[in-house]
C-alpha cells in the first residue's frame, strides 16, 4: 500500500457524460500528479499540482480538467466522454515539487470505461 | 521534449536466467531514472532509481546501469523468479523539470 488513495474503482459511463476522479496523496506529500495509461500509449503524464498550483503540464485534452483543494487532495474532471476515453487513470505522490527527482507513489488507479 | 525507448517489448525467460530491459532517452537534460514494476491490474511500484552523478547502482538482484554519453540506462534482473513476472517500465526526468516520461514498457514472463 503506498498510501495514495484513488476513488472511485471503477466507473461505467456513456459517451459525451462527464465524471470526476479523486485523489489523496500520502500524508506529506503536496504534489499530486495524473497519469492516463491505456493499452496502445502506456502511461501518460497529464498534469501536476503542488500546494494547490499547476505545476507542470503534458498531454491533456482540453475536456479534461484537475484542481488540487486545501487539504491537498486533487480531482480530475474529464468531461464530453469519448470511447478512446477509456483508459486507467492513476495519480501519484511526491513530497515537494518533484524537480529534483522525488520519488512518485502511485494509487491504485480508477478504470474508466466509457461505452 | 522527451522521448524514452524501451526495448525489449515483451521478454521471456527460465527461472534462475538474468533479464536485461535497455532503455534510451532523447533528452540529454535528464539527470533522474527510475524503473517501476506493474503486477497485472496493480498499480506501478517504484523498484530501483539512478541519477545522471551515478554509472550503476545495485539493489538484492536488481540493477540498474546508466551511460550518459551514449542516453541509455539498464535494468538487469538476476536469478529470476516466477514472481518478477510483470510489465517493467523505465522513465526519465529532466533536472529542475517535473514531468516524468515513461517507456513502452517490457512485459517480462519468468517460466519456472
Known amino acids: 500500500d503506498s498510501g495514495v488513495t484513488q476513488t472511485p474503482k471503477h466507473l461505467i459511463t456513456a459517451t459525451g457524460q462527464r465524471v470526476t476522479l479523486r485523489c489523496s496523496p500520502r500524508?506529506?506529500?503536496?504534489?499530486v500528479y495524473w497519469y492516463q495509461q491505456s493499452l496502445d500509449q502506456g502511461l501518460q503524464f497529464l498534469i501536476q499540482?503542488?500546494?494547490?498550483?499547476?505545476?507542470a503540464k503534458g498531454n491533456i485534452l482540453e475536456r479534461f480538467s484537475a484542481q488540487q483543494f486545501p487539504d491537498l487532495h486533487s480531482e480530475l474532471n474529464l468531461s464530453s466522454l469519448e470511447l478512446g476515453d477509456s483508459a486507467l487513470y492513476f495519480c501519484?505522490?511526491?513530497?515537494?515539487?518533484?524537480?529534483?527527482?522525488?520519488?512518485?507513489?502511485f494509487g491504485p488507479g480508477t478504470r474508466l470505461l466509457v461505452l | 521534449g522527451e522521448n524514452v525507448e524501451q526495448h525489449p517489448s515483451t521478454l521471456s525467460v527460465q527461472e534462475g536466467d538474468s533479464a536485461v530491459i535497455k532503455c534510451t532517452y532523447s533528452?540529454?537534460?535528464?539527470?533522474?531514472f527510475p524503473w517501476y514494476k506493474q503486477e497485472l491490474g496493480k498499480r506501478p511500484q517504484l523498484i530501483i532509481d539512478i541519477r545522471s552523478n551515478v554509472g550503476e547502482k545495485k539493489d538484492q538482484r536488481i540493477a540498474v546501469t546508466l551511460n550518459k554519453t551514449a542516453k541509455h540506462f539498464s535494468l538487469h534482473i538476476t536469478e529470476t523468479q516466477p514472481e518478477d513476472s510483470a510489465v517493467y517500465f523505465c522513465?526519465?526526468?529532466?533536472?529542475?523539470?517535473?514531468?516524468?516520461?515513461f517507456g513502452g514498457g517490457t512485459r517480462v514472463l519468468v517460466k519456472p
Open positions: 500524508s506529506g506529500d503536496l504534489s
Open positions: 501519484a505522490s511526491s513530497v515537494g515539487a518533484g524537480g529534483s527527482g522525488e520519488t512518485q507513489y
Open positions: 533528452d540529454s537534460a535528464s539527470n533522474y
Open positions: 499540482y503542488y500546494n494547490g498550483e499547476e505545476r
Open positions: 522513465a526519465a526526468l529532466k533536472a529542475a523539470g517535473n514531468k516524468l516520461t
